[in-house]
């Protein structure tokens, strides 16, 4: 998702529009074939960093090019009237099949790689706008561990006015980009496209409007894309010490910590899954490269009859030994190279799973010893305040 920001300052009040085609450019090259991530930004860029998800799906599924496009999220810092803005786009893995995903455990991986990124990077950030295909509904559990986790908000939701597709779909039945079999069983639509936001200890930010296109482009029979373009209005306004932890009134730390609890523990399961299949496929792959070894070595002893047997003539023709040692290679760089990728995704699953229990633990610690019962306007800061970026939707 490409991103252009606008600024305007009245009665001490930033506003930010969400636009498309901007003064500043930067292009963040990822993949094989030359895919990637590009912001758009009126303000000059200072900085920009690219993280490349550990899992990006699987080289032999070339029909449909994840693994080649190389999922990834890029970064953008601005500095905008004394603000810190950081600004993060980014592209999932798609879901292609909602029955049978099998790709589900590699997408909350992203999401949790996605999570961690924005948190680390985004300590000494005002301001954190993030958006792209999460290819996520938003209630799937990548979307409900990015932003329980980072405390992001959505604009759809958060919007005071808004004005586009129904629900706020921005993959449509009526776009002739779109197939029907890719909605299934969602006869309207999905909507997988997002602009999140959030503020800091001393900046309140607020969606004024947002708004999505609605198909064909107005005076012509096609779409720009297959996806319906997202624009939001963000007004930024500082905020005053006495008002500091003014907006968190929806739940108590505590119910927070215990949803995000139960929201990692449903990843790691996820992530569990994934390990358990992706030992289950190199243990095929192994099993193969040995057949195709045996083989081979049976045709070499085969080859090498005649020359024990002085006299003794090949019974087989020499074209059949050709195509079979032909196939014995092919099976056995094939099975070698299908093992490492198996080896290696095994290490990624198995090191996002160790952290994700990790940050279990510590959330379960915190979460038995969080007192009982606080004063509703507690002097010191409670356990689940020292998240950083976690629980915190302002912070």
């Not at 490409?2 to 901007?22: A, E, P, S, Y």
């Not at 758009?40 to 920009?48: G, L």
């Not at 980014?90 to 909602?98: C, G």
């Amino acid at each position: 998702m490409d991103f252009n920001l606008f600024r305007g300052l009245t009665n001490n009040k930033l506003c930010f529009n969400l636009l498309l085609m901007l003064c500043f450019f930067v292009f963040l090259c990822s993949g094989v074939i030359g895919s990637g991530l590009a912001i758009f930004s009126k303000h000059r860029i200072q900085d920009t960093f690219l993280y490349r998800y550990s899992l990006n799906g699987y080289p032999y599924m070339a029909h449909h090019g994840d693994w080649f496009a190389g999922k990834a999220v890029g970064m953008a810092i601005l500095n905008l009237a004394g603000l810190t803005v950081n600004v993060y786009v980014t592209h999932l893995h798609a879901e292609y099949s909602r029955e049978t995903d099998s790709y589900l455990p590699h997408r909350v991986v992203q999401a949790w790689e996605l999570q961690q990124f924005i948190r680390h990077t985004s300590t000494g950030a005002d301001v954190v706008i993030m958006g792209g295909d999460l290819n996520m509904h938003p209630q799937d559990l990548g979307c409900r561990l990015l932003m329980s986790y980072t405390g992001l908000r959505d604009c759809y939701t958060e919007t005071a006015k808004f004005d586009g597709c129904e629900n706020g779909i921005t993959l449509i039945a009526d776009n002739l980009f779109v197939g029907k079999n890719e909605l299934i069983p969602f006869e309207k639509g999905i909507r997988i496209d997002y602009i999140l936001f959030k503020g800091s200890s001393k900046t309140n930010v607020y969606c004024d409007f947002m708004s999505t296109t609605k198909g064909s482009v107005p005076g012509h029979p096609l779409p720009y894309s297959d996806h319906e373009a997202l624009t939001a209005e963000l007004r930024l306004e500082s905020k005053i010490p006495a008002q500091t932890g003014s907006d968190k009134t929806q739940d108590t730390p505590t119910e927070k910590l215990a949803e995000l609890v139960d929201t990692l523990t449903e990843a790691r399961t996820e992530v569990k899954v994934g390990l358990h299949c992706a030992e289950r496929m190199r243990y095929t792959a192994a099993r193969t490269g040995v057949m195709g070894l045996a083989l081979l070595f049976l045709e070499l002893a085969i080859a090498a009859v005649p020359c024990f047997t002085l006299g003794a003539e090949q019974p087989f023709p020499r074209i059949s030994f050709y195509l079979l040692a032909a196939l014995c290679f092919v099976i056995l760089l094939t099975t070698s190279l299908l093992y490492i990728f198996y080896t290696m995704e095994l290490k990624s699953l198995q090191g996002a799973e160790d952290q994700m229990r990790l940050s279990v633990g510590s959330l379960q610690e915190k979460l038995r010893g969080f007192p009982v019962a606080q004063p509703h306007n507690a002097p010191q800061r409670s356990p689940v305040e020292k998240l950083p970026s976690a629980l915190d939707a302002e912070e």
